[in-house]
């Protein structure tokens, strides 16, 4: 296990559902953030960002594609029918994280695995820019996605699945709160390479407490005039 990975300390039992099933599906509209907006993922409006950006020429860009089952592509119009594709499909249902204040879209992310019967729902497909990566921008996009699922649509648990290789994604989940729930071995193949791959969850009733501790970092003043943050999400979403 990473530093900070721990399993819930639950009894065995057969708690009563007492929400009532199945939760809508996730539709194609619009959230809006202080820093982000996500839109309907659109091949005509968003394909030639995201290809620049993911195909500078740069390191970053390169490995920006290290654990997707797809990418980096070999021309901006491949790119492009590819993203067309994933447009059209909803599940996973694909959004643009677009900056609010130039209108560039700088990643893209998923609503996954979607299961209405059972409450069950995944973020995934993320891929985000070298310049959206480490950005308050970033933790938004995944904010608005968490909240929607969790407090609109009124999911019972949110998954989060990567390679167990892929440390970033996995730090990345701790950070945002998500609890650790074991590893599935030999889970995939992904460009001719074995994935095992980790599960993480955020649980309905755990929702509350970590849906505080996103308002409070995503808050203004929790960044000086430098763009500083004053308090880190990882503290702010231990128990």
Known sequence: MLSGEKMRDREVA???????????????????G????????DADRHARDLYRLGHDGSEKAERSWDYLPYGP?????????????????TDPLFFAIVDRASGEAMGQGSLMSIVP?????????LWFSPKLQRTPAATEALFLMLRHALDDLGYRRMEW?????????????????????????????????????????????????LRNAFAAWLSPANFDGAG???????????D
């Open 228 to 238: 500083n943050q004053r308090s880190c999400l990882s503290e702010l979403t231990r």
């Open 161 to 209: 699945k990567c390679d167990a290789c892929n440390l970033p994604s996995r730090k990345a989940a701790l950070r945002l709160g998500y609890r650790f729930e074991g590893i599935f071995y030999n889970h995939r193949v992904v460009k001719g390479h074995n994935r095992d791959t980790a599960w993480y969850s955020i649980l309905d009733e755990e929702w509350p407490a």
């Open 14 to 32: 057969k708690p009563k559902v007492t929400v009532s099933l199945p939760r809508p599906v996730p539709q194609r509209v619009v959230h809006e």
């Open 73 to 89: 592509f070999a021309t901006e119009a491949e790119h492009k029918a590819w993203i067309a594709t994933l447009a059209a499909g």
């Open 117 to 125: 019967s059972d409450g069950v729902i995944e973020i995934g497909h």
């Open 34 to 41: 202080t820093w982000v907006r996500l839109e309907p993922l």
